[in-house]
């Protein structure tokens, strides 16, 4: 499954010193039919964005430090059917 391969960051630092400036999922481009979706502490949408890449990250622009809840949807395409898969979890954005 997706949920034993990727690897999201907990905590990411934008502050443009090059060093964990962006949210990083490892492993994603093994499912590049993906959807990424961020969430502040009170359920508001601040990020979304289907096949989550280096290109298009998550950096946290505009937002204030604090802790968001991400949503990961793989879709797995199988045979005849396709699934897909649902992984959350909470990052920290820290300057």
Same mark, same amino acid.
């Given at each position: 499954?997706?949920?034993?391969?990727?690897?999201?960051?907990?905590? @990411?630092?934008?502050?443009?010193?090059?060093?964990?400036? @962006?949210?990083?999922?490892?492993?994603?481009?093994?499912?590049?039919?993906?959807?990424?979706?961020?969430?502040?502490?009170?359920?508001?949408?601040?990020?979304?964005?289907? =096949?989550?890449?280096?290109?298009?990250? @998550?950096?946290?622009?505009?937002?204030?430090?604090?802790?968001?809840?991400?949503?990961?949807?793989?879709?797995?395409?199988?045979?005849?059917?396709?699934?897909?898969?649902?992984? =959350?979890?909470?990052?920290?954005?820290?300057?």
């Amino acid at each position: 499954t997706a949920l034993q391969i990727l690897k999201p960051v907990n905590v @990411f630092t934008p502050n443009g010193d090059g060093q964990n400036d @962006f949210f990083d999922i490892i492993n994603i481009e093994q499912f590049p039919d993906n959807e990424v979706i961020i969430y502040n502490r009170w359920g508001n949408e601040v990020f979304k964005t289907s =096949k989550y890449s280096a290109t298009s990250r @998550f950096k946290g622009v505009g937002l204030p430090d604090g802790t968001y809840f991400y949503i990961i949807k793989i879709n797995h395409s199988r045979s005849q059917s396709a699934a897909t898969e649902i992984i =959350k979890g909470f990052i920290t954005i820290l300057r």
